[in-house]
């Protein structure tokens, strides 16, 4: 839980300094890696057999139209399906799973990237179809960053939640700052612009209600009465309304709660499983 949290939010901290070097040491503009996608992946292929459709998915604009599309991943190639009702079309091979991965405009082109930590450093597939590139050097791995443009700069963050508070690296390539503190990690948050601001803010969930942080530095806000958790959710601008929605896979039945505060609609069926 979130206690006074907006009261405490400060730029800087000086236990950034204990973490900022073993987290990052580089900035983006490196050399395009030559290698394809395919072999860097640390993904096992074995575990994207699953009866759990959403674990295989991730959210993005990977079109730059400004609706969110939904990225399939199978172990052996990553698939798009353009506003969540195309059929799944091909985007590139590669065994990295979603669960590898963290989605976001790293370059500022409105189009979706895939950044993969492989716990010595960072690489960005740009648009989910070129060959990696390595990014920054960080041991922190995809399952532990929270991606968002938490500046408001076009260009997406990440944030990473330790414990005990929130750290962000702007564009993913700069030290960590202190953002906030909070005991909710990021491995159980999702973010996203709920109130149109062009600036993300952050989702949990608690078993019974949705609750958001608006800028990921405000007291939690009651959004929504559901039992759904977050790892069970996708969160994305479907509708193209500059207000993120609630995506949620069952069985072969896709669904979503446009602005996260209304019922569901079943908006597509797949084959995929």
Do not use: C
């Given at each position: 839980m979130i206690r006074n949290f907006a009261s405490r939010v400060t730029q800087t901290t000086p236990r950034f300094a204990l973490l900022s070097a073993a987290i990052l040491a580089a900035p983006a503009a490196c050399t395009v890696d030559s290698q394809d996608p395919q072999d860097l992946e640390s993904g096992d292929t074995a575990s994207a057999v699953t009866t759990d459709p959403t674990s295989r998915i991730k959210v993005g604009d990977f079109n730059g139209d400004g609706r969110s599309d939904i990225l399939y991943t199978n172990g052996s190639e990553w698939l798009v399906s353009f506003?969540?009702?195309?059929?799944?079309?091909?985007?590139?091979?590669?065994?990295?799973?979603?669960?590898?991965?963290?989605?976001?405009?790293?370059?500022?082109?409105?189009?979706?990237?895939?950044?993969?930590?492989?716990?010595?450093?960072?690489?960005?597939?740009?648009?989910a179809n070129?060959?990696?590139?390595?990014?920054?050097?960080?041991?922190?791995?995809?399952?532990?960053?929270?991606?968002?443009?938490?500046?408001?700069?076009?260009?997406?963050?990440?944030?990473?939640?330790t414990g005990s508070e929130w750290m962000v690296s702007l564009g993913a390539n700069t030290n960590w700052q202190h953002f906030a503190f909070s005991a909710t990690t990021s491995a159980v948050l999702q973010a996203a612009d709920f109130n149109g601001d062009r600036k993300a803010d952050v989702f949990a969930t608690t078993g019974s209600e949705w609750r958001v942080s608006l800028g990921a530095n405000t007291n939690w806000q009651h959004f929504a009465n559901s039992a759904t958790m977050v790892d069970q959710l996708k969160l994305g601008d479907f509708n193209g309304d500059g207000r993120a929605d609630v995506f949620y896979a069952s069985g072969s039945a896709w669904f979503i709660s446009y602005g996260g505060n209304t019922d569901w609609v079943m908006v597509a069926t797949t084959t995929a499983r």
């Open positions: 506003g969540a009702t195309s059929p799944l079309t091909h985007s590139a091979f590669s065994a990295a799973l979603a669960s590898d991965m963290v989605i976001g405009d790293f370059n500022g082109d409105r189009r979706s990237d895939v950044l993969v930590g492989t716990g010595s450093e960072w690489m960005v597939s740009l648009g070129t060959n990696w590139q390595h990014f920054a050097f960080s041991s922190t791995r995809a399952a532990d960053l929270l991606a968002g443009d938490y500046n408001g700069d076009g260009k997406t963050d990440v944030l990473a939640g």
